[in-house]
T-cell receptor, first 115, second 116 residues
């Protein structure tokens, strides 16, 4: 079984400040990890993924995420937040060892960036 | 290369009617996934299909819901005898076969089903 936890329903940050959106996961084997963003009344847009190699992954719009195997975490970060970053963010996991191949999503974190 | 296309974008059905949601995956993608999103909630996996095969339907309700991905044409999610609790956004995603489980899934804009 695989699962994802996003412990914060909402994160508030001032424009220009760094932001972190937390994600922890649980898989029986090794994970593939993903971050997506959803704007109102839209589908999910892919931001970045961790497959293998460097634990720090860089993605779209200046976002990055750090894979930490010992803490089973994959937190999303950005050095300087923009108002336009305000959206719903989803972390997702896929267990490499499982042939089912579907992504399991966390419950989502709403990011509010205030001017 | 067009993205994942879902139609209709909005669908209103009366209780007891049938709802048919369509999804055309990205060109070259043979894996299709359906997810359901209730208001202010995350995405719940429903079903994973490849051409003419249901690979994993562990997230599908046992009754009234069915899905197919025929050799030709779009994938269809069918909900029979809809009830108010079926009101949600239904998202389709696709991924290519070449990268397997390494690939991200590409999502459509969703179909927002309202049951009145």
């Amino acid at each position: 079984a695989q699962s994802v936890a996003q412990p914060e329903d909402q994160v508030n940050v001032a424009e220009g400040n760094p932001l972190t959106v937390k994600c922890t996961y649980s898989v029986s084997g090794n994970p593939y990890l993903f971050w997506y963003v959803q704007y109102p009344n839209r589908g999910l847009q892919f931001l970045l993924k961790y497959i293998t190699g460097d634990n720090l992954v860089k993605g779209s719009y200046g976002f990055e995420a750090e894979f930490n195997k010992s803490q089973t975490s994959f937190h999303l970060k950005k050095p300087s937040a923009l108002v336009s970053d305000s959206a719903l963010y989803f972390c997702a996991v896929r267990d490499r060892a499982w042939a089912g191949n579907m992504l399991t999503f966390g419950g989502g974190t709403r990011l509010m960036v205030k001017p | 290369n067009a993205g994942v296309m879902q139609n209709p974008r909005h669908l209103v059905r009366r209780r007891g009617q049938e709802a048919r949601l369509r999804c055309s995956p990205m060109k070259g993608h043979s894996h299709v996934y359906w997810y359901r999103q209730l208001p202010e909630e995350g995405l719940k996996f429903m079903v994973y299909l490849q051409k003419e095969n249901i690979i994993d339907e562990s997230g599908m309700p046992k009754e009234r819901f069915s899905a197919e991905f025929p050799k030709e044409g779009p994938s269809i999610l069918r909900i029979q005898q809809v009830v108010r609790g079926d009101s949600a956004a239904y998202f389709c995603a696709s991924s290519p076969p070449a990268l397997g489980s390494r690939s991200e899934a590409f999502f459509g804009q969703g179909t927002r089903l309202t049951v009145v």
